[in-house]
């Protein structure tokens, strides 16, 4: 088992596809944060939200850092959950992600989300990565 470390969590990260992406260095990560609306830096911190630009350091020899993002949903009440260890099995790195969804028949406020969070993830050998989706209706 590979002990994922969740460093970011928000509802509003501006990204409109189902995103899955690793970064290596401190300057793939800054290009990538720089690419966002200005919004997604300066979103307003909760309690489970920081603004990217307090990330803890990351040592990028011993580490890598994988976003997973759920793209835009059209209502509050979507969220990502990590509910178990990672694991690598033949070069693939399988990350055990639960999707929560609204309730259905409940009331949620019409505002387009994108919920992700960002994963400390100990160096390993793995060429891609899957999303083992076990999501709560």
Do not use: M, W
């Amino acid at each position: 088992p590979i002990h994922l470390q969740t460093i970011y969590s928000s509802n509003d990260c501006a990204l409109r596809e189902q995103t899955v992406r690793s970064f290596h260095t401190q300057a793939e990560l800054d290009a990538f944060l720089r690419s966002l609306p200005k919004n997604f830096s300066q979103a307003p911190s909760q309690a489970t939200s920081q603004a990217p630009a307090s990330l803890p350091e990351v040592d990028y020899d011993k580490q890598t850092l994988l976003l997973y993002g759920l793209g835009q949903k059209p209502t509050a009440g979507y969220s990502i959950e990590l509910y178990d260890d990672a694991s690598i099995r033949e070069q693939i790195l399988y990350l055990p992600i639960r999707v929560k969804k609204p309730d259905s028949g409940g009331f949620q406020a019409q505002v387009i989300t994108s919920p992700c969070q960002i994963y400390a993830v100990p160096k390993a050998d793995y060429s891609e990565v899957v999303i083992e989706d076990k999501s709560a209706e």
